[in-house]
């Protein structure tokens, strides 16, 4: 494969740079299964992010990576006639682009990477726009910006990247374009309240999501020459796109020494006992901020998921939960198209997964990686659920089958007041039938033998407790 011709003489290190992507490429290309990575570019009219976006497209397409473009909805997908109405318009946009990274979530088998020219981050900005001009309601905006926030889709975005420039550079490029409209469609006053509104996304965005985001200043009188710093701008990106294919392929999850228990087979451990083992295992405190040790306790290590799989020294650390509404159990039925076999067909109370090295981060909101993870994993795997109240109800290993062993779970309890919960039916997500119930612990314990093991092991906890 030619990676050469994503650079050119006058970027020998980004030339080298790129060549040296593709061992790392090879090396995930078998196990792309968390795909496809998703990207927006956003920023000031005539930045360049037009420019930008195409030279990233030909750039990955050249190193094998299947790559589609959502083009701007403001431009392509919304009826030019609405401009009339600013607030309409972008609201149409936003709707637009929530639906777009829906149908993006289903393409995880035909695309690596997906590139929003303007998408939900964007959107937010234009409406903040609206409110900080007065043509649009504050109390509105704001309502819309939280619909933009629901984690479904406001978590999928892997990297934005802000393009800026100033009202010289924004004029004299929007003349050069279109030499035959006149003056800009933006007048300065416009363009300086649109670009704060760019400046506080940012602001917040490093705040408060800690998503992974780059600005770049494309203003003319920054660079000398548009081009050259597109063709920066396009390096990084590719760069991005690639280490975060490779981030997604390798699975890295938390686990513990099964030595940590001198060979128990069966473990429970009461609430109260699995807080305090969560504590010392991710170091924060009660109140769920980080302890002295900035980072995970030390009987945490990181290890890549096939090898921890595969050794009978470590114990994977799930988290997962039982839903609960007006005192009975959403009871889910796994799809006959599951992969595990002993699965295949069983009622199941329990959703969840691996604690993965992506948990370390804060942008769902919960108390620690645990929780964390709790909350990626219901958001990955069922719609329609609300989640008011979660707490840790134990912690299970199960010395009934080799993969119990190698397994302790955080079992959570979620209060919910949702009675139209669904699986997510899309590729990747959980093998779940469609329309789950509620049923009370009675029909539980009466149907238990319908049930996976680890239900099971819950419902003998619950009949316990309700003695």
Not at 101 to 106: P, W
Not at 191 to 205: G, I, K, M, P, Q
Not at 419 to 439: L, S, T, V
Request: with cysteine.
């Amino acid at each position: 494969m030619n990676y050469s011709a994503l650079s050119t003489t006058n970027h020998p290190a980004q030339h080298q740079d790129i060549e040296n992507l593709s061992e790392a490429l090879a090396i995930s290309k078998k196990q792309r299964t968390n795909l496809p990575v998703i990207l927006e570019l956003t920023g000031m009219p005539k930045a360049g992010k037009t420019t930008a976006i195409s030279r990233v497209k030909r750039g990955l397409s050249q190193l094998g990576i299947k790559t589609l473009v959502i083009d701007e909805a403001a431009t392509v997908r919304v009826a030019p006639s609405l401009k009339s109405d600013l607030f309409l318009f972008n609201t149409q946009c936003l709707l637009i682009n929530i639906q777009e990274m829906l149908l993006t979530l289903s393409y995880s088998n035909t695309y690596d990477v997906v590139i929003f020219d303007r998408g939900l981050y964007d959107s937010k900005i234009w409406l903040s726009f609206l409110a900080k001009t007065g043509l649009a309601s504050a109390s509105i905006v704001e309502t819309l910006c939280k619909i933009c926030d629901f984690p479904t889709w406001h978590f999928q975005t892997d990297h934005v990247y802000f393009l800026d420039c100033d009202w010289d550079t924004y004029s004299k490029r929007y003349q050069d374009d279109t030499p035959f409209e006149g003056n800009p469609k933006l007048s300065p006053e416009y363009f300086s309240v649109l670009r704060e509104a760019y400046h506080d996304s940012l602001s917040n965005t490093e705040k408060h999501t800690q998503l992974p985001n780059s600005s770049f200043d494309c203003s003319n009188q920054a660079s000398q020459s548009p081009a050259g710093a597109t063709h920066q701008i396009a390096i990084k990106i590719i760069r991005d796109a690639v280490d975060t294919i490779v981030s997604k392929s390798i699975e890295t999850i938390a686990v513990i020494s099964s030595s940590h228990y001198n060979g128990e087979k069966n473990i429970t451990l009461t609430s109260s006992e699995t807080q305090s083992l969560i504590l010392d295992m991710f170091g924060r405190d009660a109140s769920g901020k980080r302890t002295s040790k900035q980072s995970i306790g030390p009987t945490i290590e990181w290890v890549n998921r096939d090898t921890a799989e595969a050794s009978s020294e470590y114990l994977q650390i799930i988290s997962s939960a039982y839903f609960t509404k007006d005192g009975k159990y959403l009871t889910l039925r796994r799809s006959k198209k599951e992969n595990r076999d002993e699965l295949k067909g069983k009622l199941t109370l329990i959703v969840g997964g691996h604690v993965d090295e992506i948990d370390q981060k804060d942008i769902r909101g919960g108390a620690n990686e645990v929780e964390n993870c709790l909350r990626r994993e219901i958001q990955e795997e069922l719609a329609y659920v609300d989640m008011p109240s979660i707490r840790p109800r134990f912690a299970l290993r199960l010395g009934s089958s080799p993969m119990g062993l190698r397994h302790l779970s955080f079992v959570h309890e979620v209060e919910t007041y949702s009675e139209a919960i669904q699986p997510i039916q899309i590729p990747g997500a959980g093998d779940y039938e469609p329309n789950p119930e509620f049923n009370d612990l009675n029909w539980l314990i009466n149907n238990k033998e319908c049930f996976d093991d680890w239900s099971k092991a819950i419902i003998d906890h619950l009949a316990t407790d309700s003695a």
